[in-house]
């Protein structure tokens, strides 16, 4: 069984920092990663994904320039820096990992709160 777990969120000012990390363990055979974030009362959104095999990456509109994923093959880890954070960023991030096989992303961490104040 596939797990992943989430961390390094928490309270930051506006215009800080906090890098998420997403640890994954069990049949790690992903196409690629990802993290999702939803806020109170809005859709969940995509925020940025990975190619596992090539490292190519897609990150949204709302936060381009200001964050960037990256990953660890040898321990399974997809990392999200976040830069210049803004109020607009507060929200739950979610991990997810599209697996082998799968035709979308299939498997969600727990989250991890992430709230920036003004």
């Known amino acids: 069984q596939v797990r992943l777990v989430e961390s390094g969120g928490g309270l930051v000012q506006a215009g800080g920092s906090l890098r998420l990390s997403c640890a994954a363990s069990?049949?790690?055979?992903?196409?690629?990663m990802g993290w999702f974030r939803q806020a109170p009362g809005k859709n969940r959104e995509c925020v940025a994904s990975?190619?596992?095999?090539?490292?190519?990456?897609y990150d949204g509109d709302s936060v381009k320039g200001r964050f960037t994923i990256s990953r660890a093959i040898g321990k399974n880890t997809v990392y999200l820096q976040m830069n210049s954070l803004k109020p607009e960023d507060t929200a739950v991030y979610y991990c997810?990992?599209?697996?082998?096989?799968?035709?979308?992303?299939?498997?969600w961490g727990q989250g991890t709160q992430v709230t920036v104040s003004s």
């Open positions: 997810t990992a599209h697996q082998v096989g799968s035709t979308e992303y299939n498997i």
């Open positions: 069990g049949r790690t055979f992903f196409y690629a």
């Open positions: 990975i190619v596992w095999s090539t490292g190519d990456t």
